[in-house]
């Protein structure tokens, strides 16, 4: 329905910049002919630009950001250490994040719904969950089939926080306002997403023996790096590791603690991305071309979600439509996918979208 009116209102501007310019042309037929001037020119520059810019406006804000995808890619992981157990491991794992879920926002649910609807490994929710309290009442129906292994989340800055138009504007330049001064409980939140089948963790780790697989969930808005060492004294020696957050900060911590894969949210992908620029602003320690998808640092494997929604105050998209993922990993035990090496120029080279 947004968008019908939105193309209305555009059809209905075009109809009025015709009917202007017909009636220019009725007065120049009985007035002396006049040489053109510039003004003329300038005057249709600055009325096509207005239109297009109207148009990318109404589009990036009506239409993009709901044009939800599903992407799929491959990932390989591994290390150059010895190890006990040479079995490959591959697990179909979907991540998704940044739902920001308000409570009108069934159309997303429903997409939600329906990719979390097959037979997956894991399912890995990012952060920033719900956007308002009354979104929550969607939380225990955004799982629609229990994955295998589990379901985990971790919550976001969006999660803790309900974001007044002073904390997203005044707040980008002065650090004291960039946040509200209390945290909100979160308690209904991880309730609802118990109830769908999600275990919401802070700051923990997980251990599934029957798949060798340890899981840490990094809380918003980090860990600090003592923590996380700590954690890790827990996971067994060749176990796939895998760690969750939000907020991409102090990655290097994440790939010096041995994860093989982490999953992170909150940059959007950038929202806004220019072709042949990247994204506009990352809201993170990642730099432009790093604003969302495969990354790799170290030894570890980054993904980082475009998310499926945004705060409705400042959700507009271009050239970066929302999208959860299916990450087909394969964890190769003993061999090293690190960056040189013959195996990483192979295997890495098919960790892109297909």
Same mark, same amino acid.
């Given at each position: 329905?947004?968008?019908?009116i939105?193309?209305?209102?555009?059809?209905?501007?075009?109809?009025?910049?015709?009917?202007?310019?017909?009636?220019?042309?009725?007065?120049?037929?009985?007035?002396?002919?006049?040489?053109?001037?510039?003004?003329?020119?300038?005057?249709w520059?600055?009325?096509a630009?207005?239109?297009?810019?109207?148009?990318?406006?109404?589009?990036?804000?009506?239409?993009e950001?709901?044009?939800?995808r599903?992407?799929?890619?491959?990932?390989?992981?591994g290390?150059?250490?010895?190890?006990?157990?040479?079995?490959i491991?591959?697990?179909?794992?979907?991540?998704?994040?940044?739902?920001?879920?308000?409570?009108?926002?069934?159309?997303?649910?429903?997409f939600?719904?329906?990719?979390?609807d097959?037979?997956?490994?894991?399912?890995?929710?990012?952060?920033?969950?719900?956007?308002?309290?009354?979104?929550?009442?969607?939380?225990e129906s955004?799982?629609?089939?229990?994955p295998?292994?589990?379901?985990?989340?971790v919550?976001?800055?969006?999660?803790?926080?309900?974001?007044?138009?002073?904390?997203?504007?005044?707040?980008?330049?002065?650090?004291?306002?960039?946040?509200p001064?209390?945290?909100?409980d979160?308690?209904?939140?991880?309730?609802?997403?118990?109830?769908?089948?999600?275990?919401?963790?802070?700051?923990?780790?997980?251990?599934?023996?029957?798949?060798?697989?340890f899981?840490?969930?990094?809380?918003?808005?980090?860990?600090?790096?003592?923590?996380?060492?700590v954690?890790?004294?827990?996971?067994?020696?060749?176990?796939?590791?895998?760690?969750?957050?939000?907020?991409?900060?102090?990655?290097?911590?994440?790939?010096?603690?041995g994860f093989?894969?982490?999953?992170?949210?909150?940059?959007?992908?950038?929202?806004?991305?220019?072709p042949?620029?990247?994204?506009?602003?990352?809201?993170?320690?990642?730099?432009?071309g790093? =604003?969302? &998808? %495969?990354?790799?640092?170290? +030894? @570890?494997?980054? !993904?980082?979600?475009?998310?499926?929604? $945004?705060? /409705?105050?400042s959700?507009?998209?271009?050239?970066c439509?929302p999208?959860a993922?299916?990450?087909?990993?394969?964890? =190769?035990? &003993? %061999?090293d996918?690190?960056? +040189? @090496?013959d195996v !990483?120029?192979?295997?890495?080279a098919? $960790?892109k /979208?297909v």
């Amino acid at each position: 329905m947004q968008t019908k009116i939105a193309w209305y209102l555009l059809t209905l501007l075009f109809k009025e910049l015709r009917k202007r310019s017909s009636q220019k042309s009725k007065l120049k037929a009985v007035l002396p002919k006049k040489k053109n001037s510039t003004a003329k020119v300038i005057g249709w520059s600055v009325s096509a630009l207005g239109l297009a810019g109207l148009a990318l406006f109404l589009y990036g804000t009506k239409v993009e950001p709901r044009r939800y995808r599903l992407e799929r890619l491959t990932v390989y992981t591994g290390s150059d250490e010895g190890t006990a157990d040479p079995l490959i491991t591959s697990l179909k794992i979907l991540h998704i994040s940044d739902l920001h879920i308000g409570g009108h926002d069934l159309e997303k649910v429903r997409f939600i719904q329906k990719i979390t609807d097959d037979d997956y490994d894991l399912v890995i929710l990012t952060g920033d969950v719900f956007e308002f309290n009354d979104g929550i009442k969607y939380g225990e129906s955004l799982l629609t089939r229990k994955p295998r292994l589990g379901a985990y989340a971790v919550m976001g800055n969006h999660d803790y926080y309900d974001y007044t138009i002073l904390n997203k504007t005044l707040g980008r330049v002065i650090k004291k306002l960039r946040h509200p001064p209390a945290k909100k409980d979160v308690t209904p939140h991880c309730q609802a997403l118990a109830k769908a089948g999600f275990k919401v963790l802070f700051n923990e780790c997980e251990y599934i023996e029957n798949a060798n697989l340890f899981l840490v969930g990094i809380d918003y808005p980090g860990i600090k790096k003592e923590e996380l060492d700590v954690l890790m004294t827990k996971a067994p020696a060749h176990a796939l590791k895998l760690a969750l957050f939000h907020l991409p900060r102090r990655l290097d911590a994440i790939v010096d603690a041995g994860f093989d894969l982490a999953f992170g949210g909150h940059t959007h992908g950038g929202q806004i991305r220019l072709p042949g620029y990247g994204a506009l602003i990352t809201d993170s320690e990642l730099p432009r071309g790093e =604003a969302s &998808g %495969l990354i790799k640092k170290g +030894g @570890t494997a980054f !993904h980082i979600s475009r998310g499926l929604g $945004a705060d /409705p105050r400042s959700n507009i998209r271009l050239f970066c439509p929302p999208a959860a993922t299916v990450i087909d990993l394969v964890h =190769a035990p &003993g %061999l090293d996918f690190s960056p +040189g @090496t013959d195996v !990483h120029q192979r295997k890495w080279a098919a $960790a892109k /979208p297909v």
